[in-house]
């Protein structure tokens, strides 16, 4: 069974970057045809794509966001990277991290979500 964890600062101020953990266990993220994916929801609002690395190291992001976001890697330690630079209050959602195989917008696993508050 695939399971995928969050982790990060829950509260963060403006201007500064947020940087989030996804610790995947149960499959590797290099394995073939596999992505990786960071989505937010901000309260009240829907879900948002925010980019997704694939078994490749690949990186594919969100145009609207592409100019403050970076999604690495650790392969050693199986995980994968969000930083999210430039903060603002609209920032603060639920970070959530995903995994699929084969089809990358069809999440075959999710992270339990990680509130985060910009704020100063």
């Known amino acids: 069974q695939v399971q995928l964890q969050e982790s990060g600062p829950g509260l963060v101020k403006p201007s500064q970057t947020l940087s989030l953990t996804c610790t995947v266990s149960g499959d590797s993220i290099t394995t073939d045809v596999s992505y990786w994916t960071w989505i937010r929801q901000p309260s009240g609002k829907t879900l948002e794509w925010m980019g997704a690395i694939g078994y490749s190291g690949s990186t594919y992001y969100n145009p609207s966001l592409k100019s403050r976001t970076a999604i690495s890697r650790d392969t050693s330690k199986n995980q994968f990277t969000l930083q999210l630079s430039s903060l603002t209050p609209e920032d603060t959602a639920v970070y959530y991290c995903?995994?699929?195989?084969?089809?990358?917008?069809?999440?075959?696993?999710w992270g339990q979500g990680t509130q985060v508050t910009v704020s100063s």
């Open positions: 995903a995994g699929s195989n084969g089809v990358p917008w069809e999440y075959d696993c």
